[in-house]
């Protein structure tokens, strides 16, 4: 992946804490092809860590945890998701919350939403220029 395509890298796993691992590899990886500094990709990988960690705190019953990269000219869109909440999405007072907190300092762009189903976070971290194709 030279330039970005404008697809979208989908990978789903079990939504156990062991599994997260796998979400932050294949976002630092998608991450490393793009011109994004190495603290950016560092922390698009916590990013992503803190947003499995909430969405698992607030859907202990969902079935899948679900990540989708989108590579742009300028940026990179990450979204990671469950399949179901056990409680109100998006919580009350979230942006007063440490989750959120966490994640607005670690990213360029944040914003939580239930399109789809279930209780998703995307996170958006621009990159350095954008790509020029060749």
Known sequence: MASPTNEVITVSVPPETGYVHVLRAVTASVAAR????????????LAVDEACAWLLA?????????????????????????????????????????????LS??????????????PSIRVTKRTLEPSRAT
């Open 58 to 102: 607030r859907g202990p019953s969902a079935s899948a945890m679900t990540l989708r990269l989108r590579p742009l000219d300028d940026r990179l869109e990450a979204e990671v998701s469950i399949d179901v909440s056990d409680g109100p999405w998006p919580p009350p007072d979230m942006e007063q919350s440490l989750p959120w907190r966490i």
């Open 34 to 45: 793009l011109p994004i500094p190495f603290d950016g990709i560092e922390d698009l990988r």
């Open 105 to 118: 300092a670690l990213v360029d762009t944040l914003s939580v939403n239930t399109d789809g189903g279930g």
